[in-house]
T-cell receptor, first 114, second 114 residues
Framework: AQSVTQLGSHVSVSEGALVLLRCNYS??????LFWYVQYPNQGLQLLLK??????LVKGINGFEAEFKKSETSFHLTKPSAHMSDAAEYFC????????????FGSGTQLTVLP | DTAVSQTPKYLVTQMGNDKSIKCEQN?????MYWYKQDSKKFLKIMFS???????INETVPNRFSPKSPDKAHLNLHINSLELGDSAVYFC?????????????FGPGTRLTVL
């Protein structure tokens, strides 16, 4: 069975500061991992994905994430926060195969302070 | 071009009514999903359809019934609406088993039951 834990339901950073959103996963097989972003009153948009090709994954809007198997983690980072990064961020895991099911974490609300 | 679209965007109705939410994808995907997002932003999968066959049905009340006239459409019909059904409902789609399990989301339908 697959599961995702996102530590910190709310994270606040100052504009220009480092963004670090934490995600730990559990999976019985090598997983596919995703980060999605949800802006207010919108649907989920894919930020980046891990598919076993490279452990450091770069996504849109300057975000990146590193897959660490030993720590079962897939933390999301951005060197310098921008006001427009304020949103809800979801980590998700899939074991692939015929089920195609994504299991989402509980989300982290990112606030960027001026 | 809108990849995954949903109608309506907002739906306000009385308890006990029956309502439907429509979803269409133009990505040529084989699998479509319905998610429920509660007031705490938690995302829970409700259904998925693969080539017009239901392949996942989480513990959802039988008042909810997905209907797929073809692989580009997955509609959600809800009978006898209850207050607890108030939430945002998202439709999503993904490719076949040979493609990555990433999912593309619609903009959501905010259902309010009075």
């Amino acid at each position: 069975a697959q599961s995702v834990t996102q530590l910190g339901s709310h994270v606040s950073v100052s504009e220009g500061a480092l963004v670090l959103l934490r995600c730990n996963y559990s999976s019985s097989v090598p997983p596919y991992l995703f980060w999605y972003v949800q802006y207010p009153n919108q649907g989920l948009q894919l930020l980046l994905k891990y598919t076993s090709a490279a452990t450091l994954v770069k996504g849109i809007n300057g975000f990146e994430a590193e897959f660490k198997k030993s720590e079962t983690s897939f933390h999301l980072t951005k060197p310098s926060a921008h006001m427009s990064d304020a949103a809800e961020y979801f980590c998700a895991v899939s074991e692939g195969g015929s089920a195609r099911q994504l299991t989402f974490g509980s989300g982290t609300q990112l606030t960027v302070l001026p | 071009d809108t990849a995954v679209s949903q109608t309506p965007k907002y739906l306000v109705t009385q308890m006990g009514n029956d309502k439907s939410i429509k979803c269409e994808q133009n990505l040529g995907h084989d699998t479509m999903y319905w998610y429920k997002q509660d007031s705490k932003k938690f995302l829970k999968i409700m259904f998925s359809y693969n080539n017009k066959e239901l392949i996942i049905n989480e513990t959802v009340p039988n008042r909810f019934s997905p209907k797929s006239p073809d692989k580009a459409h997955l509609n959600l019909h809800i009978n006898s609406l209850e207050l607890g059904d108030s939430a945002v409902y998202f439709c999503a789609s993904s490719g076949g088993t040979r493609s990555l399990p990433e999912q593309f989301f619609g903009p959501g339908t905010r259902l309010t039951v009075l």
